[in-house]
């Protein structure tokens, strides 16, 4: 395995909240005033 292989890897791991919600988080440039929202990514059942 290759380095670039291996760190490509090691990013993809992550925490297991973001990987269970999708939240995107629009600011205003005029007042500064953010929404963030979120979705429920629906998880695979491994059994």
């Known amino acids: 395995m290759k ?3 291996f760190q490509e ?3 993809q ?4 909240i973001e ?3 999708e939240c ?3 600011c205003d440039i005029r007042d500064g005033r953010c ?4 979705v429920e990514i629906l ?3 491994d059994n």
């Open 3 to 5: 380095n670039y292989d």
């Open 19 to 21: 990987s269970y919600f």
């Open 9 to 11: 890897k090691h990013l």
């Open 43 to 45: 998880k695979q059942n």
């Open 35 to 38: 929404i963030s929202r979120c």
């Open 13 to 16: 791991i992550s925490d297991p």
């Open 24 to 26: 995107i988080t629009t």
